[in-house]
């Protein structure tokens, strides 16, 4: 199992991001209003892979410690992914096998899928 525990977000990181570099992200994915917290492509914008390249390399080059933010994006976006399966040729039209539609009990997606309730059983008992 992937060591999640230690997995610490926080939207400060995505904030000093988007003051510096990240085309993706806007204002409003930022900073949204109550209404706008249930818009999918605005949390689209945030959960990105071009925004969790983007901010690990900012990390790196200013010397911040972001990597419990990069960490769990990564993890969001690949369940994302996981789920939002709508058709049996998504992951062979835009290469990537975690769209790809789950085929049976032992496929990697269903593995993390497993690591994923794991994990939230563990932050659960932590409330």
Known sequence: MNDWSICKASMSNLRQLYA???PCLT????????????????????FDEKT???LDTFGNNTNTDMSGTTKFMKIILR???ILN??????????H????DPIRNA??????FLREVYSWLVQWEALQ
């Open 52 to 54: 969790i390249i983007a």
């Open 85 to 94: 399966v709508k058709s049996t040729g998504k992951g062979h039209r835009k």
């Open 106 to 111: 032992d496929d990697s997606n269903v593995l």
């Open 27 to 46: 204002y409003k994915a930022l900073h949204p209003s109550n209404l706008e917290r249930h818009n999918v492509k605005l949390v689209l914008k945030i």
């Open 96 to 99: 990537d096998t975690d769209m």
């Open 20 to 22: 510096k570099m990240a």
């Open 79 to 81: 369940l994302w992914k």
